[in-house]
């Protein structure tokens, strides 16, 4: 494996943008007698969309690697295809060792539970034990700073607070790969600092990191290389500063 914890070959992605209409008896028979409607049905438009196209990368033991592009670039399901969200329509991710997806915090989370049954929800969901939750328990209250809040249904939280909340179970273990999306753009700045510097404790410790942000500054103080993808191509990789200048110059 050469060190190497996560290798992206050639991945592809492809969505089927096209929007069936509703079928009808009455429109089947119209359209059969309309010569210009008859052409359409045999010249169907093509609807396919590559969201990503032949996109290669390695991320090293130890390494924070940032994506980097604009809207629709391809980031967010460049990140679900790493975790095993998305399956590629070609190539391939193979990644060495357990992964933490911090994509759409909150995501897993009942509305209708309490804060409190949401943290053994969502722990249930990584593959903790409930024993392990209860030890640790006291730990992600005391982060997330939602004591007050413990018996809250999550539907009457703000997006900030189900955010602390994720982030707080999220990290009580540190993996071996952690897969990052704007993670530190959620919340109030206090969270903001305090997630960044939990971040960076992770980092320290040799966790395997693979970021997104549309922050540049964040990109270049938490990550030593970057790709820059642009309309799903891989646009550049290299020394994460270097490859944050040349985007921002280009989109500037």
């Given at each position: ?19 069936e ?32 196209t ?39 991710v ?6 933490c ?22 722990g ?41 909340l ?23 700045l ?12 992770m ?13 540049v ?18 646009r ?17």
């Amino acid at each position: 494996m050469d060190n190497v914890m996560v290798r992206a070959e050639n991945v592809s992605m492809m969505f089927n943008l096209g929007i069936e209409k509703g079928f009808s008896l009455k429109q089947g028979f119209v359209d059969l007698l309309d010569p210009k409607k008859r052409k359409a049905k045999k010249e169907k438009p093509n609807n396919d969309f590559w969201a990503l196209t032949d996109v290669s990368f390695e991320i090293r033991r130890g390494e924070v690697m940032g994506l980097i592009g604009s809207n629709g670039a391809g980031k967010s399901t460049m990140l679900k295809i790493v975790a095993g969200v998305l399956k590629p329509t070609k190539g391939k991710v193979e990644a060495y060792g357990n992964i933490c997806p911090m994509i759409e915090l909150g995501a897993g989370f009942d509305p209708d539970l309490t804060a409190r049954e949401n943290v053994f929800l969502n722990g249930a969901v990584m593959g903790y034990s409930k024993k392990f939750i209860e030890s640790k328990f006291d730990e992600i209250v005391e982060f997330s700073e939602l004591q007050d809040f413990l018996e809250v249904p999550v539907r009457n939280f703000s997006s900030g607070m189900t955010a602390r909340l994720a982030f707080s179970v999220a990290t009580i273990v540190e993996p071996e790969i952690l897969i990052v999306d704007e993670i530190l753009s959620v919340g109030d700045l206090a969270f903001q600092q305090k997630s960044e510097e939990k971040m960076l404790s992770m980092i320290n410790g040799g966790t395997t990191v693979l970021y997104v942000s549309h922050a540049v500054a964040s990109i270049k103080k938490l990550c030593s290389r970057a790709v820059w993808l642009d309309h799903g191509h891989v646009r550049e990789i290299g020394n994460a500063k270097a490859v944050c200048k040349h985007y921002v110059d280009e989109v500037s």
